[in-house]
């Protein structure tokens, strides 16, 4: 099994030799170059995406070509376009690799397998989507109650890889302000 997903599984499963092998037959290798597109808007998001290095980016784009970035996945962490992937249905969004990253891709079907046949692992999937939506509607509550410094500022405590790892025009996307804003709050600090 890979080292990183090893680490993520931690003292959150008691795995078997059998139970390792499993998740390791599912979990396929995958590396990806800047800004590559997995996941196109319209069609079915048939993969999971755990993120060993680097980052994916799930992002909305409207009929003027304005991209709006709904949710940032870095290392450790589990993502893709859920509801294409749990409904089976287009994707409205886009999944990119803004970085160069490498990721361990996990099918519709083998979810299901693992969540079937590993004792535990659907409590750990459950509560990896649990966290990740308290994050969605934290963001949300910040979008719709703060000013684009206190967003900012929450973001630099809380996430500083976002500010420091990816270019401003999707800092400034993920944060609902302009790119010039952006540039002044960074040049305040």
């Given at each position: 099994?890979?080292?990183?997903?090893?680490?993520?599984?931690?003292?959150?499963l008691?795995?078997?030799?059998?139970?390792?092998?499993?998740?390791?037959?599912c979990?396929k290798?995958?590396?990806?170059?800047?800004?590559?597109?997995?996941?196109?808007?319209?069609?079915?998001?048939?993969?999971?995406?755990?993120?060993?290095?680097?980052?994916?980016?799930?992002?909305?784009?409207?009929?003027?070509?304005?991209?709006?970035?709904?949710?940032?996945?870095?290392?450790?962490?589990?993502?893709?376009?859920f509801p294409?992937?749990?409904?089976?249905?287009?994707?409205?969004?886009?999944?990119?690799?803004?970085e160069?990253?490498?990721?361990?891709?996990?099918s519709?079907?083998?979810?299901?397998?693992?969540?079937?046949?590993?004792?535990?692992?659907e409590?750990?999937y459950?509560?990896?989507?649990?966290?990740?939506?308290?994050?969605?509607?934290?963001?949300?509550?910040?979008?719709?109650?703060?000013?684009?410094?206190?967003?900012?500022?929450?973001?630099?405590?809380?996430?500083?890889?976002?500010?420091?790892?990816?270019?401003?025009?999707?800092?400034?996307?993920?944060?609902?302000?302009?790119?010039e804003?952006?540039s002044?709050?960074?040049?305040?600090?």
């Open positions: 099994m890979h080292p990183a997903l090893k680490h993520h599984i931690e003292g959150k008691d795995l078997t030799p059998q139970h390792e092998q499993l998740i390791d037959s979990f290798p995958r590396f990806t170059r800047r800004n590559e597109i997995l996941i196109e808007k319209g069609t079915i998001a048939r993969h999971l995406f755990f993120v060993v290095k680097g980052c994916l980016r799930v992002f909305l784009t409207d009929d003027d070509g304005n991209e709006s970035t709904r949710f940032l996945i870095f290392e450790g962490r589990m993502g893709t376009a294409s992937f749990i409904l089976r249905e287009p994707s409205v969004a886009t999944v990119q690799s803004p160069p990253s490498e990721l361990l891709v996990l519709y079907a083998d979810r299901d397998r693992l969540l079937k046949e590993i004792p535990g692992f409590t750990m459950r509560s990896g989507l649990e966290l990740d939506y308290i994050a969605s509607i934290r963001r949300i509550e910040s979008l719709i109650t703060m000013d684009a410094k206190e967003r900012y500022n929450i973001l630099m405590q809380t996430h500083p890889e976002i500010i420091q790892r990816l270019p401003n025009k999707i800092v400034a996307d993920y944060l609902g302000i302009s790119q804003t952006l002044r709050l960074k040049s305040k600090k």
